[in-house]
């Protein structure tokens, strides 16, 4: 079993910047990969961003040049950098991973960007 606890999101201005983070406890070995998905109202889950334990990512094209995934294997943890952020951008944002081939989701955090 995994457990995802997830922080960082909240209220901010057009422009400005936030970093989520998500910690894996439980049974963290062989944790992968690891993402970022986002749902907002009426919409469907969308993925953000992924990064593989070898540190290969991929971007949703929305938020390339934004947005920067990135990881601490030793602490299990994966953060999102999201700066630039757009009104669109507001969503909850759900961490993600694989381990041994079963998924693992967090709770989601929300993420609200106002004008």
């Known amino acids: 079993q995994v457990q995802l606890v997830e922080s960082g999101g909240g209220l901010v201005q057009a422009g400005g910047s936030l970093r989520l983070s998500c910690a894996a406890s439980?049974?963290?070995?062989?944790?992968?990969?690891m993402a970022w998905y986002r749902q907002a109202p009426g919409k469907e889950r969308e993925l953000v961003a992924s990064?593989?334990?070898?540190?290969?990512?991929n971007y949703a094209d929305s938020v390339k040049g934004r947005f920067t995934i990135s990881r601490d294997n030793a602490k299990n943890t994966v953060y999102l950098q999201m700066n630039s952020l757009k009104l669109e951008d507001s969503a909850v944002y759900y961490c993600?991973?694989?381990?041994?081939?079963?998924?693992?989701w967090g709770q989601g955090t929300q993420v609200t960007v106002s004008s």
């Open positions: 439980g049974s963290p070995s062989s944790i992968n990969p």
């Open positions: 990064i593989t334990i070898s540190g290969y990512k």
């Open positions: 993600n991973v694989f381990r041994l081939g079963v998924m693992y």
